[in-house]
């Protein structure tokens, strides 16, 4: 048992060396000049952060990180608002047709994003969006997978006090507030580091309603940089890299222990 023990313990050992060299490599390629990068070193001879300050200088990263941060929050926010909201609904309120809501709610999830980003595209142009955060935020705030996750944690609340609740005279918003939310919190910590990490890293729908750069994000402020630069000065490009996935890290690093109990409530009910 013990041999089992250390093997166990030396794969997951191993499987994290395998899993975090690639951001180990990039950070120390962020720290290197552009000859050690073509010479191939792994560890920068004489570290250096200039390559940040280029970063800064060469494209407005703190324009791009800003914007970024602000449409992640946005869409953090208005996925978990709707979403607990629709979840209340299709558990505690009963209404015709419900379960067949329901059902078609759901198979939003298999509709592929590229059959409705045309129709976006055109709703948010028709609206004068396009270059705003509004623009970058507002067609993500309904998520079926977040209405599915938080009703499946609702589900776990007996119907019988949402029926004490009402006989008692407390309005629904109060026990939504009170009773629901409070007892769902690991499952909203999953919800918002799913849709913050999510927007994070959004490439082509950023692409698509900006065209200028005090409107555009992270992503596409790496790929105009990537694009720009030269072999010779991939440590400007590592460095913005590092920049952009500090934060997603931290926070999936502190909300790791919530994002797998959120994810795996609702399968053991």
Do not use: C
Request: no cysteine; hydrophobic share 55%; proline share 4%.
């Amino acid at each position: 048992m013990r041999l089992r023990n250390i093997g166990v313990y030396v794969l997951l050992v191993l499987s994290a060396v395998v899993m975090l060299f690639p951001i180990a490599y990039a950070f120390s390629i962020s720290l290197m000049d552009g000859k050690e990068v073509l010479q191939g070193h792994l560890l920068p001879r004489d570290p250096s952060f200039e390559n940040y300050i280029a970063a800064f200088e060469r494209i407005p990263m703190l324009t791009y990180l800003v914007n970024s941060l602000i449409v992640a929050l946005l869409v953090m926010v208005g996925q978990v608002v709707l979403s607990s909201l629709a979840a209340f609904a299709f558990v505690f309120i009963d209404f015709k047709g419900k379960g067949l809501i329901f059902m078609l709610f759901l198979a939003t999830m298999m509709v592929p994003w590229e059959a409705t980003m045309v129709p976006n595209f055109l709703t948010i142009q028709s609206l004068g969006w396009l270059n705003t955060v509004w623009g970058l935020s507002v067609p993500f705030f309904a998520l079926a997978f977040g209405t599915f996750l938080l009703r499946q944690q609702f589900k776990t609340i007996p119907y019988e006090m949402y029926e004490a609740s009402q006989i008692a005279g407390i309005s629904r918003f109060r026990f939504f507030w009170n009773v629901v939310l409070p007892v769902s919190k690991t499952s909203l910590v999953t919800l918002s580091v799913y849709s913050f990490l999510t927007t994070w890293n959004m490439y082509l729908w950023p692409l698509l309603v900006t065209n200028t750069e005090q409107a555009r994000t992270v992503q596409i402020g790496i790929k105009q940089m990537q694009s720009n630069e030269v072999a010779s000065d991939w440590g400007v490009v590592m460095a913005a890299v590092v920049l952009i996935i500090i934060p997603t890290l931290l926070l999936l690093f502190a909300g790791q222990k919530h994002l797998q109990e959120g994810l795996t409530q609702g399968a053991i009910k």
